[in-house]
């Protein structure tokens, strides 16, 4: 994974992190894998939360696709 890759991702997950932490959560970035997949560990209030998963694709993975050229998919992993 290039350094320029990597800050382009957190960049964008700097965008999405004040909603999160609004409503409690944060998301750290895991890794990228080299087919384009963003692997985030999702924290505070948002593990467990029954709306996790829409956050993860309605929020962060539209805001990395949109932000990122090369990103695929966001997976959250533990």
């Known amino acids: 994974m290039s350094d320029t890759l990597n800050q382009k991702v957190l960049n964008a997950l700097e965008t999405i992190r004040p909603y999160l932490k609004a409503d409690g959560g944060d998301v750290e970035l895991v890794q990228i894998t080299p087919d384009g997949i963003v692997e985030v560990k999702l924290t505070g209030a ?8 829409m956050t993860l694709r309605a929020g962060v993975e539209r805001a990395l696709i949109r932000e990122v050229p090369g990103i695929r998919r ?5």
């Open 74 to 78: 966001v997976e959250a992993v533990s």
């Open 46 to 53: 948002c593990v467990g939360c029954p709306m996790s998963q």
